[in-house]
């Protein structure tokens, strides 16, 4: 049984700072019957289009942006500083690689068919909106082109509804 309980996205009383540049978070996408996540601490949350909304950013060469791209929905696990060592592991190997959610020791559940982590104590699910990449003649401030991309590898920014809120 879960320790979940469903909150509207407005009661979330936690700083979105802290949980998405501190605490990090897992991106969870399923396609064909496999998950496969990342760690990120890009993105942000908010009001759009009349929605409540989470955007988040993916570079193109990140396996999880082919899972991203293959259905509408995907989850956003909020961890914490427990779980540093794993988050860590999930950021910096690749699932074509190897099957690293199993070896990350994290639990795998779904809410509606969404992939998340039973370890997080927030979770936001999530359907794709709006997808865009970043272009280098839209950057109004140059030096952060210069400064996080250096190799040309713009990434792709997602906008998505904010469906459930899954907290402990």
Not at 21 to 46: F, H, P
Not at 47 to 57: R, Y
Not at 122 to 133: N, S, W
Not at 136 to 149: G, H, L, N, Q, R
Request: hydrophobic share 40%; net charge neutral.
């Amino acid at each position: 049984m879960s320790k979940f309980q469903k909150i509207k996205p407005e009661a979330i009383q936690q700083n979105p700072f802290v949980m998405i540049n501190q605490d990090w978070m897992l991106v969870t996408a399923e396609r064909s019957g496999k998950a496969n996540t990342m760690t990120a601490s890009w993105g942000g949350v908010g009001i759009l289009w009349g929605k409540p909304v989470a955007f988040i950013f993916i570079r193109p060469q990140r396996y999880t942006k082919e899972f991203l791209e293959a259905g509408d929905k995907f989850s956003l696990s909020i961890l914490g500083e427990a779980y540093r060592k794993q988050l860590s592991y999930l950021g910096s190997v690749s699932g074509r690689d190897e099957d690293k959610i199993t070896k990350s020791g994290l639990t795998l559940a779904h809410e509606d068919n969404i992939p998340y982590f039973e370890e997080a104590h927030l979770v936001l699910t999530c359907r794709k909106l709006y997808a865009q990449d970043l272009k280098p003649e839209c950057f109004i401030d140059e030096s952060c082109a210069s400064k996080w991309y250096p190799a040309k590898d713009y990434h792709t920014m997602y906008v998505a509804e904010i469906l459930e809120v899954l907290e402990k």
